[in-house]
């Protein structure tokens, strides 16, 4: 027997009674637009990353690594208590769109939705870190994730991260 209909409902991606305004961290994956190379400019990457910073900051989380590939990106956050991860991404995924416009870009810079993990007690963030960074030596982009304009920490200094 086949799959039952859904009648287009779109299955949640976020857990069933989880409280989401727990503190973190959360490893986070957001696709672009069909998954477009969308981010494959400096200038825009560096913009990303400065409202990347601001929104962290408005909200008050922690980012602990990020990697823009040119069809996705990865963060690892740990937001206050209180705040959603929902609303974290929202807000990042909204201002990110008017700086890609601004840079050139037409039409949706994200696709529906994003893809998260809660790191769980025994999951170092140092590791979690080296890890989201070190995409672009996985995909062959580069020898060293230090070479890689699109990655980085907020926190910790590359050199920590070796």
């Not at 900051?57 to 922690?62: E, L, P, R």
């Amino acid at each position: 027997m086949g799959h039952p209909k859904t009648f287009r409902r779109r299955r949640s991606l976020r857990l069933e009674g989880f409280d989401y305004r727990y503190p973190g961290p959360y490893h986070v994956v957001l696709g672009t637009f069909q998954r477009q190379p969308l981010l494959a400019t400096a200038p825009l990457i560096e913009a990303l990353v400065g409202e990347l910073a601001a929104v962290a900051t408005a909200m008050g989380a922690t980012v602990y690594a990020y990697c823009f590939m040119p069809d996705h990106a990865h963060l690892l956050v740990a937001l206050p208590g209180g705040v959603y991860l929902s609303q974290f991404v929202q807000e990042f995924k909204g201002r990110s769109t008017r700086v890609f416009w601004h840079h050139g870009g037409t039409g949706r810079l994200w696709q529906r939705g994003f893809y998260d993990h809660i790191l769980r007690a025994e999951e170092d963030v140092h590791a979690m870190a080296r890890y989201i960074m070190a995409n672009p030596v996985r995909r062959g982009l580069v020898q060293d994730f230090r070479e890689y304009v699109g990655s980085g920490s907020l926190v910790f200094r590359r050199d920590d991260l070796s």
